[in-house]
């Protein structure tokens, strides 16, 4: 039976990468600099950018990019997390927010860390930046940062193996299948 036209089938299997994460975390990060700062934190499905295309072939410009990011509605982002659910064509999920980089607390293991803007309160000292993060169904993740910059200053962006585990985990964990009575 053919698939729905409107619905787009299952995602293809593909041995995604992370640099193909890197390059739509990327333009994520390239998206909401260009709204500013001050915004509420954004959710994204990674679509392949090749299912996109065979369902509606107008949507797609000549974008190299293997996902693009769709912006789902997002009031409130530990909500979403304890509830998502992909349709089959979603082969990963992004999240953009707006943290302070803060110095190591005393008794940390020297690292920086990062906390929500509202959580840090007036007297916690740090620089301004935005995270995103990403995780595809096969397993792969990734987080990126952009230290906020002055004007002209070149965006640097950051990334490291142990930024921000427990958001790669919450997201990671949208894709793992209910268990029934649990």
């Given amino acids: 039976m053919p698939a729905d036209s409107t619905t787009p089938g299952p995602t293809p299997t593909a041995p995604w990468s992370t640099e193909d994460l890197g390059t739509a975390l ?3 990060l390239d998206h909401v600099d260009d709204s500013g700062w001050g915004q509420a934190a954004s959710v994204y499905a990674l679509v392949p950018t090749s299912v996109i295309a065979e369902q509606t072939p107008h949507l797609v410009d000549d974008s190299p990019s ?3 990011p769709v912006e789902q ?3 409130d982002l530990d909500e979403f997390l304890a509830s998502a659910v992909w349709p089959d064509a979603v082969a990963g999920a992004a999240v953009a927010l ?3 980089v803060a110095e190591p607390g005393p008794d940390d293991d020297g690292t920086p860390r990062h906390v929500s803007p509202g959580a840090a309160g007036p007297s916690t000292d740090g ?3 935005r995270l995103v993060v990403g995780v ?3 397993g792969r ?3 990126l940062m952009r230290l906020r910059r002055q004007e002209g200053d070149e965006p640097e ?3 490291h193996p142990k930024l921000a585990t427990e958001l790669r985990e919450a997201l990671a964990g949208t894709f793992e299948p209910d268990e029934p009575g649990t």
Avoid: G, H, K
Wanted: contains cysteine.
């Fill in 66 to 68: 293997v996902f693009t």
């Fill in 127 to 129: 620089q301004q930046a």
């Fill in 141 to 143: 993740d990734l987080a």
């Fill in 73 to 75: 509605e997002c009031p």
């Fill in 26 to 28: 990327s333009e994520i």
């Fill in 98 to 100: 707006e943290i302070v």
């Fill in 157 to 159: 962006t950051l990334t």
């Fill in 136 to 138: 595809l169904r096969n």
